[in-house]
């Protein structure tokens, strides 16, 4: 290796090279260009909000600003003049700004952010300086003024914008080694938040996207590094072939995302019949489906495996006197605010400066008119004689004045014309005079109360500007989609039991099921082994397999039967267990662990069954009863290393079904979670009810929808449903409502009569509204009547809805309530009443759900040995583990 000044010599006689090293320059130059990037180019500065090239765009738009369109591209030209951006990079930028519908009034084809499409060229568009800017953003007697590139002119270091402009537009770029990425928040909570902090109040602020949807911002984290905003499409369910995409993440468009879904049902994560783009001025993406496909999972699908759902991370970094400043969007709205303070507190002394000037000179032409001073000059023959003649002449007259007499106020007195003092009118001059005096006056009360002031600024704003700038983005909280319960199952598992294979691609052997590539596989052989495995195209593991199934994450209802017999002689043991986390293709055994022991018999659960199995034993020596029956339902419950009970000492010749079983599972219990619109039977939210395999949901919409639908977790919501309860099939629903064809109200009371069905119970005509629902046994109303012109108003009704009308098919029209106009119709307390209990056929004594999984401390069986999970503890083999 050469070290500096070391020599390279190639030959005696020929002559010496030396090699310097660049490594000083390179870093140099390279921390010149970082640095040039970095103020120049991408990030934005924290006093006005805008990049360099945005600036420059802003002072050329206001330096040919004459109230009608300039073309862009004239535009363009004329901010090059402050700095040699590419025409390209001017136009782009430009374009950027007026997207946003804050700063620039655009006339043609701009492009459109929800669609993608880009602008049409910069000599066909046109713009001009919107109201709110030329509000905001200017005023060159507080702008501070540097040299442009060559010199020629001047352009604003930071133009004097007195409003959070950054956070309300938002800013993205990407420099040499440092970035930023500052969302978008909403115009009118930015001036609320501002008003709160000038009132010394706490605030929040979230962003709001132009594209809308719906986005989860929990983990904000204030806009600074580290934070994470989810940003979803708003999804609904037009009919139930039918998906309808009305709003998109911000970040993408449609075009990108309908690429995603095509890909997602390419690679068959989804499935789509097809897919229409109606979007015009709002978003209208159309989704079909293959019937019998759930919307419901169909929609979470959707956002587990395409752009429906992404995630925007944010990072808060602006330029502050020529360094990055790393900060949140609260102290960025603090400093904007305290800056907005500060530049109108700027303008005030300017205009209370040019008042008091104002009312200066005025107060020295009164005087110079008024008391004829004018004609002390005409014996002077030098200018000397002429300034020092008018000095003399107001001396008398000026000891109100503010300040003192100036040689430039004497001369400004000369320059008056002779029509000016021949038509002087001394009472217009004192109103002039007082009304200066009225706004120095207020103009001061404005600094003396500069924060009042400050705060009917942003009201004023808020006022004149904030027309169509109401939120766009809702903000909810999301539940998380588990993608392996919204996948599309897109191909299929086949098993070779007797070598121990299972996989994708043995299309010769045994069908077990449809999958899809992100499942584990759950497995159990003869020898007592179970093992989980991901699912690919070939899987060793272990031969002479029982049964093989999709593997459930944290599944508490699948319960596994067994009977094995320990060791080669020994006695056989029966056992019930469920699977709920193990470590991925990690090998467990079912058994006691002695060699040669097998499984007599098996079976799988979904629903946690508890079959009744004969036992038939060899004949052997002097055994009496060689056959008997066993019922799973007598066994608890364990944890599957539990040895299990005995079954018999002696040796079993086989094990047969004799009856199938019903589920020995308690109901499952499930909660609605209003925050995040969804089913859970985690506890969260406010408990529906405990529901069996046939139980059903009762969904009643605001629209007059009624539903009965399967409770599942991956269910939606429609925004108005108003009853969401466990259905009782012979509970009638007793309903109020406004016909909007006759222009009356009816009384209904039904039985829902086909299960699934989504049907309106009252009429389709647009005027028509529900007034009030119920599904109490025995509802009470009350009618408030509406006061007629000269009449006394009617006294409220009761009614005994159930008296009112007896229960008819949900087609019917109806009783007439009243003839007499309605105000309104309350719901009331309804009457006692016993209702039936249920009675179910399958009733028989049932396990807890929340005792599968956790082994039994009490109550041992003298039979049954229990040892500690293994997989309770932390695993050490370095595999992964299921949760």
């Not at 000599?123 to 010199?151: C, H």
């Not at 040669?596 to 508890?610: D, H, M, R």
């Not at 408030?784 to 108003?793: I, L, T």
Request: net charge negative; charged share 30%.
């Amino acid at each position: 290796m050469i070290e500096d000044g070391d020599e390279l010599i190639n030959g005696q006689d020929e002559p010496k090279e030396t090699i310097t090293r660049v490594t000083g320059m390179f870093k140099d130059w390279f921390l010149d260009y970082a640095s040039y990037v970095i103020l120049e180019r991408a990030v934005p500065a924290i006093e006005d909000g805008f990049k360099p090239v945005q600036r420059r765009i802003m002072h050329s738009m206001k330096d040919l600003d004459d109230g009608r369109y300039n073309k862009v591209a004239n535009i363009v030209g004329h901010t090059m003049q402050y700095h040699p951006h590419g025409d390209a990079s001017i136009a782009d930028a430009m374009v950027q700004i007026g997207q946003k519908d804050l700063l620039i009034d655009t006339q043609g084809n701009w492009g459109n952010i929800l669609t993608g499409d880009s602008a049409a060229a910069s000599r066909y568009i046109e713009a001009r300086l919107s109201k709110f800017a030329l509000d905001v953003v200017y005023n060159p007697k507080i702008t501070e003024w540097q040299a442009s590139y060559d010199g020629r002119r001047k352009e604003p270091i930071n133009l004097p914008v007195m409003f959070p402009l950054l956070l309300a537009q938002g800013g993205e770029g990407i420099a040499v080694g440092l970035s930023t990425k500052i969302l978008p928040h909403n115009f009118i909570e930015l001036i609320d938040a501002s008003v709160k902090h000038l009132q010394g109040k706490r605030f929040t602020i979230l962003p709001d996207f132009p594209t809308g949807g719906e986005a989860d911002f929990s983990n904000y984290n204030d806009g600074l590094r580290g934070g994470k905003v989810r940003v979803r499409a708003k999804i609904s369910q037009l009919d139930k072939n039918t998906l309808v995409i009305t709003e998109i993440p911000f970040g993408t468009t449609t075009s990108s995302l309908i690429d995603s879904i095509l890909k997602a049902n390419d690679k068959g994560k989804i499935k789509i019949k097809k897919i229409e783009d109606n979007t015009a001025a709002e978003v209208e993406i159309l989704i079909h489906l293959p019937s019998g496909l759930s919307p419901d999972k169909t929609i979470d699908a959707l956002y587990a495996f395409t752009s429906c759902e992404s995630s925007i991370s944010p990072l808060g970094c602006v330029i502050e006197d020529n360094k990055p400043l790393f900060v949140g969007v609260t102290e960025m709205l603090r400093r904007s605010t305290d800056n907005t303070v500060q530049l109108l507190k700027q303008e005030l002394e300017i205009k209370l400066s040019e008042f008091e000037e104002q009312w200066h000179f005025a107060s020295l032409e009164r005087i110079f008119i008024e008391k004829r001073i004018y004609r002390d000059i005409e014996e002077e023959e030098t200018w000397e004689g002429v300034i020092k003649a008018i000095d003399k002449g107001l001396q008398p007259h000026i000891k109100h004045l503010k300040r003192a007499i100036t040689e430039d106020d004497i001369v400004r007195l000369t320059e008056i014309r002779i029509k000016r003092i021949s038509k002087f009118d001394i009472d217009k001059a004192q109103q002039k005079i007082d009304a200066l005096e009225d706004q120095i006056a207020e103009v001061k009360h404005h600094l003396a109360n500069l924060i009042d002031y400050a705060i009917a600024y942003f009201t004023r704003l808020k006022k004149e500007y904030s027309a169509g700038k109401e939120r766009k983005t809702e903000i909810k909280i999301f539940d998380d989609v588990d993608a392996t319960k919204v996948v599309i199952r897109n191909t299929k598992l086949y098993v070779n039991r007797e070598e121990g294979f299972i996989g994708t691609s043995l299309k010769r052997d045994e069908y077990v099921c449809d999958c899809s590539d992100i499942d584990d596989i759950i497995v159990f052989t003869a020898e007592g082994k179970m093992m989980v495995t991901k699912v690919d195209s070939k899987t060793f593991v272990g031969k002479d397999i029982l049964h093989v199934a999709v593997f459930k994450k944290k599944d508490k209802r699948t319960i596994y039967n067994m009977i094995y017999r320990d060791g080669k002689k020994g006695p056989s043991y029966i056992k019930r267990f469920a699977v709920t986390g193990v470590t991925r293709d990690k090998e467990y055994d079912l058994t006691n662990a002695n060699k040669g022991s097998i499984v007599l018999y098996f079976s799988a659960n979904p629903n946690g069954e508890a079959e009744v199995v004969t036992v038939n034993l060899r004949q052997a020596g002097s055994i009496k009863k060689l056959k008997w029956d066993i019922d799973f339902a007598d066994i608890i419950i364990k944890g599957r290393v539990s040895k299990g009970n005995l079954v018999t000492k002696y040796s079993v010749k086989r094990i047969e079904l004799k009856e199938k079983g019903v589920s020995t599972l308690k109901p499952r219990k499930i909660w609605y979670d209003e925050t995040v619109q969804r089913l859970n039977v985690d506890g969260r939210g406010e408990l529906i009810g405990e529901f069996r395999g046939e139980d059903k949901l009762l969904i009643i919409t605001q629209s007059g929808i009624i539903k009965t639908v399967t409770p599942e977790v991956t269910m939606h919501f429609d925004d108005d449903m108003i009853v969401l309860e466990k259905w009782v099939p012979k509970k009638p629903i007793s309903a109020v409502y406004f016909n909007g064809e006759k222009e009356l109200y009816y009384v209904k009371r039904f039985l829902i009569e086909q299960e699934g069905k989504e049907e309106s119970f009252i009429s389709e005509h647009p005027n028509s509204q529900l007034e009030i629902v119920s599904t109490d046994w025995r509802p009470m109303a009350e009618v408030v009547f509406a006061k007629e012109r000269g009449k006394d108003r009617k006294e409220n009704l009761e009614i005994n809805l159930e008296e009112f009308i007896s229960i008819k098919g949900i087609n019917a029209l109806g009783n007439q309530l009243t003839k007499e106009k309605v105000n309104q119709v309350n719901l009331l307390e309804p009457l006692p009443y016993d209702a039936p209990e249920e009675v179910h056929a399958d009733e028989i004594e049932v396990v807890d759900e929340k005792e599968v999984s956790t082994e039994i401390k009490s109550n041992p069986s003298t039979n049954d040995s229990d040892s500690k999970d293994p997989d309770l503890e932390a695993d050490d083999d370095g595999q992964i583990t299921l949760f």
